[in-house]
């Protein structure tokens, strides 16, 4: 049981929006902490996909966005495509715990 | 080019240890921290724990205290992480990855390749 809640699953269409929440306590995100999320795709390494709860890296199209309010932080996904099939991760640090933590991940179907 | 490359798989045995490397390349070894990182067959990421290159400062999960240990070699630029007393639990992939920034918290990349690690007598 993560520290860091998030629905195992979403899915939407090809084009469609979607987004993936990220439900933390006051000793993370509802503290001063950032939120930074990952896409891991099978097979691969995972990869940075926002930091700093609405910051894109380099390379990172802008169909990616965050964004984070008290203990709620948001993933958001524009015009959906096969290639974004992968399972996404939050990640922050918790202050009772003295760790940096992820969340269980939220699997992404295209339907 | 920011690399970091891990060392290969292992087999081991339960109650073995096991130590992994992972060398960094690209960037100036002792001004980011690194974390470790694993992920069991079907389940999620999992945070170890996190290295100082420049001291060696370290801090690990609770879950894994006393059973980890996580080391930098500057003259290499390597980093180490052993972990003992191995139960099937254990078998997994696991990252080493470097934070973003070296000054501030942005997340971690690069992400090594990943090291898989079975446990099974």
């Known amino acids: 049981q993560s520290v860091l809640t998030q629905p195992p699953s979403v899915s939407g269409a090809p084009g469609q929006r979607v987004t993936i929440s990220c439900i933390g306590t006051?000793?993370?995100?509802?503290?001063?902490?950032?939120v930074h999320w990952y896409q891991h795709l099978p097979g691969t390494v995972p990869r940075l996909l926002i930091y700093?709860?609405?910051h894109r890296p380099s390379g990172v199209p802008d169909r990616f966005s965050g964004s984070k309010s008290g203990t709620l932080a948001s993933l958001a996904i524009t015009g959906l495509q096969a290639e974004d099939e992968a399972d996404y991760y939050c990640q922050s640090f918790d202050n009772t715990l003295s760790a940096w933590v992820f969340g269980g991940g939220t699997k992404l179907t295209v339907v | 080019q920011v690399q970091m490359e891990q060392s290969g798989a292992e087999v081991k045995e339960p109650g073995a240890s096991v130590k992994i490397s992972c060398k960094a390349a690209g960037y100036t070894f002792t001004n980011y921290h690194v974390h470790w990182v694993r992920q069991a067959p079907g389940q999620g990421l999992e945070w170890m724990g996190i290295?100082?290159?420049?001291?060696?400062?370290?801090s690990y999960t609770q879950k894994f205290q006393g059973r980890i240990s996580m080391t930098a070699d500057k003259s290499v630029n390597t980093l180490f992480m052993e972990i003992s007393g191995l139960e099937s639990d254990d078998t997994a992939l696991y990252y080493c990855a470097r934070e973003r920034a070296d000054s501030s918290q942005e997340g971690l990349d690069p992400w090594g390749q990943g090291t898989l690690v079975t446990v099974s007598s």
């Open positions: 700093a709860n609405t």
């Open positions: 006051n000793s993370n995100l509802g503290d001063i902490y950032d």
């Open positions: 290295i100082n290159p420049s001291d060696g400062s370290t």
